[in-house]
């Protein structure tokens, strides 16, 4: 990194975060997804008599009910489904960002799932899955997948779905299932003072133990990670934006639909822990949230597990 002249005002701030651990560079950012753009129907928020979209949590909150539709028992139109923003871990990173909740500190490697604020965020989702009966939730959206390749993008574009995080590779898929669509992308709406943020997702790109030849490997990640030639031909190619701010693919015309998602990329804040048990912490997350939903926990009670349960694992890589 040094020998390269690579520094952090490079790179967007969630990305040059989630490259380092312990003191040391393990990759090179080579996308940055910014999570999430906010997609709202505007023909859906016509017929319901709201003009602009909800720019507060309480606005959100409020709307999504205004706009889920429930004939005979069963649900016809959802506002909104809180816990399929591309799983129950993106959810609730999601929404316990927007809190304000922290997940993860760094400096001592102690695991925050239970974070007050997190737990509210939960609670919001539980109240929203009894409010409507959440296994009615699951029958809506049977048709376009279920639960686990649930396609968001044609539950949109169908207008099923009054709004939605949604990321910038739906945009084709809507325009499929309704070329002539009436849609917004907002910033995510904001929760009460935390300031307006979003997350980082995307991929990194590193040189695994062993390799055979990691100098040459190390010019092709500079190349297609760090430097303006190979950013731009990638990020045109892939239709999404280099982890490398620097990049002069940022000083163009944008392509696609990617000029609505700059702005969320320029407000992003977080990245995912960035821990040896980031794996697992995701995937207890996943459960956890699950058996909240389901009633089987209270929100406080499985968040309170997921915290005992990776902070126990994680230790335990750490001493070896």
């Not at 975060?17 to 928020?45: C, M, R, S, V």
């Not at 925050?112 to 699951?138: C, G, H, Q």
Request: net charge positive; with cysteine.
């Amino acid at each position: 990194m040094k020998q390269a002249g690579l520094k952090q005002a490079d790179f967007w701030a969630p990305t040059w975060k989630e490259i380092q651990y312990n003191g040391h560079f393990w990759a090179l950012p080579y996308t940055a997804d910014p999570n999430f753009g906010f997609f709202w129907n505007k023909q859906l928020f016509a017929a319901a008599g709201i003009k602009q979209a909800p720019t507060t949590f309480d606005e959100m909150n409020r709307m999504a009910q205004e706009l889920t539709v429930v004939k005979n028992g069963n649900i016809q139109q959802v506002g909104l489904l809180p816990w399929n923003v591309y799983g129950a871990a993106n959810s609730m990173v999601t929404w316990g960002w927007m809190f304000g909740g922290s997940f993860f500190d760094q400096a001592t490697n102690k695991v925050t799932a239970n974070d007050p604020r997190i737990v509210a965020a939960l609670e919001w989702m539980v109240s929203y899955a009894k409010k409507y009966d959440i296994t009615k939730f699951s029958s809506f959206i049977a048709p376009y997948g279920g639960t686990q390749n649930l396609q968001l993008g044609q539950v949109f574009g169908l207008g099923k779905m009054a709004m939605q995080p949604l990321g910038p590779w739906e945009i084709p898929v809507i325009k499929q299932y309704n070329p002539s669509m009436q849609y917004g992308i907002n910033k995510l709406p904001t929760y009460k003072s935390v300031p307006a943020s979003s997350w980082v997702g995307g991929w990194c790109v590193g040189i695994p133990k062993g390799a055979k030849n990691p100098a040459a490997a190390w010019e092709f990640i500079k190349w297609i990670c760090a430097s303006d030639d190979g950013t731009t031909k990638a990020g045109n190619a892939v239709l999404d934006f280099p982890g490398y701010k620097s990049s002069s693919f940022f000083k163009g015309k944008l392509p696609g639909s990617l000029e609505q998602f700059y702005p969320i990329l320029e407000s992003t804040q977080h990245q995912r822990p960035v821990t040896p048990a980031e794996d697992y912490y995701m995937g207890q997350v996943t459960n956890e949230v699950s058996n909240a939903l389901y009633g089987k926990k209270t929100p406080k009670q499985a968040l309170t597990d997921v915290t005992k349960n990776v902070q126990s694992y994680l230790d335990g890589v750490l001493k070896k």
